[in-house]
Nanobody
Framework: VQLQASGGGLVQAGGSLRLSCVASGRTFSNYIMGWFRQAPGKEREFVAAITSRGGSTAYADSVKGRFTISRDNAKNTVYLQMNNLKPEDTAVYYC??????????????????WGKGTQVTVSS
């Protein structure tokens, strides 16, 4: 199983980025998928999650109204559209697949698979 994230980069404050994460090795259409992030010296934290068919989403308070998570099960892909980025959004972003039956929204302990991460840097 592999989760390959892409779309990170350097952007000025107020800018936008769209992260993508393609899952391979199995189908995750029945699983919750999400994004976490980890800034230097900080713990990995929840950013957003989406249920298997996309009917429900959840966001960290710090990104509500700015980030949007979506998925395309036909492509085994989850996306994170990030708008109005702030310097405090700077982190490595990890896509994740939750364990079947994990609590909602998922916590780090409820994650079955992690992607390798993609760096997002927001300059002021």
């Amino acid at each position: 199983v592999q989760l390959q994230a892409s779309g990170g980069g350097l952007v000025q404050a107020g800018g936008s980025l769209r992260l993508s994460c393609v899952a391979s090795g199995r189908t995750f259409s029945n699983y919750i998928m999400g994004w976490f992030r980890q800034a230097p010296g900080k713990e990995r934290e929840f950013v957003a999650a989406i249920t298997s068919r996309g009917g429900s989403t959840a966001y960290a308070d710090s990104v509500k109204g700015r980030f949007t998570i979506s998925r395309d099960n036909a492509k085994n892909t989850v996306y994170l559209q990030m708008n109005n980025l702030k310097p405090e959004d700077t982190a490595v972003y990890y896509c994740a697949v939750a364990r079947y039956g994990a609590r909602w929204p998922p916590t780090r302990d409820g994650i079955a698979y992690w992607g390798k991460g993609t760096q997002v840097t927001v300059s002021s």
